[in-house]
Structure formats: C-alpha cells, structure tokens
C-alpha cells in the first residue's frame, strides 16, 4: 500500500514537471494553443498530485502491523457459511445445483455438486425466477425457498436458502388442535356430568323390588349410565392434549433415561411377546428435559411400536437407538410390524387419527406434542430393512456428560 502511493505521487510529479516544460516551450515558440493544452494538463497533474499527497498522508496514520495484515484466506467464508444452520446453494445456469455449506451438504449427501436435484427444487427454483413465493417438500420436511439473482458476463447464477418451516407449522398447527380441545371438552363434560349424576339418581330411585315393567328402564338408565361415564373418560382422554404442562427442565443423562424407559416399558402388558433392542452411540449425551414428560412420549411411540407387529406370524422385534443427529439428539424407535400407508404418513400425527380399531389417535400426537414443548421434533423417517417403520425424536443439543 505505501509502496504504491509512493510510485503515485513520483508519477504525478514527473507529469507536472513534462507539462510546464511544455507549456515554457509553447509559448517561447509562440504556439499559444499548445501552451493552453499544456496548462490545462499542467493543472490537472498538480491536482492529481495534491490528491496523492493526501492519500500518501493517510496512509502514513495507519500503523504498520495493519498495513501488512494479509487478506484473509477464502477458506475463511467457506468456514463463515458452514456455520450456518440454513441449507445455502448456488444455481449456475447451464450447469447445475451447488450445496454452499455444510447444512445443504448435509441435507443432499453430497461434497458440491448436487448432481441429482430434486424436481421439487428445480420446480421451485423456477417458480421463484417469475418472482412466485415458493415452499418446497424435501425429505420429510418442508421448506421456504429465497435467493437472489446475479448476472455475470454470459450466464446468470442463483444464490438459494431453503428454511425449514416444518417445525413452525406443527407448532401452530398443535396450539389450534389444543385451543380446539379445550373448547369441546369444556362442552361436552358440562353436558355430561349432568346425564351421569341424573341416570345414577333415577337408577337409585327404580332399586330393590319393582314392578317388572321397569326392569328394562333400569337396564337402561345402567346402560346409559356406563356410556356417560365412558365418554366422560374418553373425554377426559383427550383433554390431556390441550393441558400439556409447561416442561421442567433438568439436566438429564439421556443414556441413562432411555434405558430406565425401556425397562418400564418391558414390563407392560402390551411389550408381552415383543423383543425389545437398544443401541446406543459412544459416549453419554446429558440433555435438558423433563424427565417425565419425556419417558411418557416414548412409552406413547414404542406402544406404537409394540402393537405394530401383533399381526407378525414371526418374530415381533422393536429398537429404540440413541445417536446424533448433526449437533441435535436423536432417540429412534423402529419395528418390524405392518408398516404405515403411505396414505397416512402425513396423518399419523393429528389428534383423533388412527390406524388401529381400538386405537384413540392420542398417543403419537401427544408425543409430538411433548418433543415440540422441548424446542425438539417427532417425525416418521425413512425406514431401512429389517425394519417396516422409523420414528426419530429429535432433540437439540449434543452436550456429553463429560462437559456438564
């Protein structure tokens, strides 16, 4: 930097001294139009050599070690955008789809180059270009798509987030289901406690000996007294989804609370005939959580699980393994059951939802519910032989026990 303001204001002085000896000569000769071009050249090299001097000047303040700081290496921003949890990537036309960072490489399984995008993306990215808002489903979630368009020479290049909005969407989607339930439930018992307590009354009233022809209104007023008290349970059932407690967290060694899950649940009726297999990755991840609220949703998915594969004429087999999942906490459960309709895996979370004929559509979306109250997530994955179904709770953070 000094080097070159130095070479600057030596150049600007060699033009100002060629310029008057110019100028000297002109009018000696008396050429009066050369002299006036080379006294206006005269006045521009002294003006260029007053900036210079001041560029020179200013440099002189800046202190050497900041002089010659080098530039930073262009593994710095590689480094920059990989910390950044967004999937970033770069269309180049002509060529193709680039993951930018570690979050895109992540998301497509690639080193750069994306050599098989997905049509959803290529769509959206097309979609975007007309200047639509565009939302993408990628891999079990679904995304935002933005960018911006650059020009360079011949081609142009797009520059893409993807920002996964899945997780918002369950949120709200499980504060509508529980402002929903609350307002039912409100109803419906205010409805039936009344019809109980008065088919309980009238029953007392018909007791002990009577005519014959109130036999069968007893038997009804006994019928429909078991069917109040029964929908009031039923009820009361669902109204555990609207009262979700507030979580209280506590450092938990989560190695430790998965296997004390599964040997609760071991010892339930319905894990009878099941063989239940746990793994787990090194090293003992501590999370913060509630330990009860947790254990409760996954009891709700190995249930799941469990009945899953009453319909097995082999082995009846669920695993649950505890891993990392990028910086986050991955506790899977998967079984060798009937599967899950491909129909029905973008159902299977909402309340009252159900595959089995007994079933109460609570469970999973309670679980979901509970990992949500947690900043975490519940979802369906793709499975892989021997197993028919794979669900992945996903809480954040990684920390070992040894950091704690």
């Not at 769509?123 to 079990?140: K, P, Y």
């Not at 979580?247 to 998965?258: I, W």
């Amino acid at each position: 930097m000094v080097f070159r303001g130095v070479i600057l204001r030596l150049l600007c002085v060699a033009g100002v001294a060629v310029t008057a000896i110019l100028a000297f000569t002109s009018a000696r000769d008396q050429m009066w139009a050369n002299m006036a071009l080379c006294l206006l050249g005269l006045a521009v090299s002294t003006v260029m050599l007053l900036a210079a001097h001041e560029i020179g000047r200013r440099e002189d303040k800046v202190p050497a070690e900041d002089r010659s700081r080098p530039e930073p290496p262009p593994q710095t921003l590689s480094a920059l955008l990989d910390q950044v949890p967004v999937p970033l990537l770069r269309s180049v036309e002509g060529e193709g789809y680039y993951a930018l960072n570690l979050a895109a490489r992540r998301l497509f399984r690639v080193d750069d180059f994306i050599s098989d995008p997905p049509p959803a993306l290529v769509t959206a990215v097309m979609r975007a270009e007309r200047g639509a808002r565009s939302s993408i489903r990628l891999f079990d979630s679904i995304y935002a798509l933005g960018g911006s368009e650059l020009s360079f020479e011949k081609r142009k290049e797009r520059f893409i987030s993807l920002t996964d909005i899945q997780a918002e969407m369950r949120i709200a989607e499980a504060t509508a289901l529980g402002d929903t339930l609350r307002v039912i439930s409100h109803e419906i018992m205010n409805s039936l406690t009344p019809v109980a307590s008065l088919a309980e009354t009238a029953q007392h009233y018909l007791e002990g000996e009577a005519p014959e022809d109130l036999q069968s209104a007893r038997e009804a007023l006994a019928l429909l007294e078991r069917r109040a008290r029964g929908l009031k349970r039923f009820v009361e059932g669902y109204r555990s989804l609207a009262r979700l407690p507030k979580p209280e967290l506590r450092r938990v060694d989560v190695s430790g609370f998965v296997a004390d899950v599964v040997r609760v649940f071991e010892q339930s009726a319905v894990a009878k005939g099941v063989t239940v297999t746990l793994h787990m990755d090194e090293g003992a991840p501590s999370l913060e959580m509630d330990e009860a609220l947790m254990a409760q949703a996954v009891i709700n998915v190995l249930t799941n699980a469990a009945e899953a594969t009453r319909d097995n004429s082999g082995p009846r087999r669920v695993n649950i393994a505890l891993r990392r999942v990028d910086n986050d906490t991955g506790i899977v459960i998967a079984d060798n059951g009937t599967g899950i309709e491909p129909a029905m895996r973008d159902r299977i979370f909402h309340g009252f939802i159900t595959t089995k004929p007994e079933g109460a559509g609570i469970g999973l979306s309670l679980a979901r519910q509970i990992a949500l109250a947690h900043g975490g997530d519940l979802r369906l994955t793709e499975h892989s032989e021997p197993w028919s179904s794979e669900f992945l709770f996903r809480l954040p953070g990684s920390k070992s026990m040894a950091d704690s």
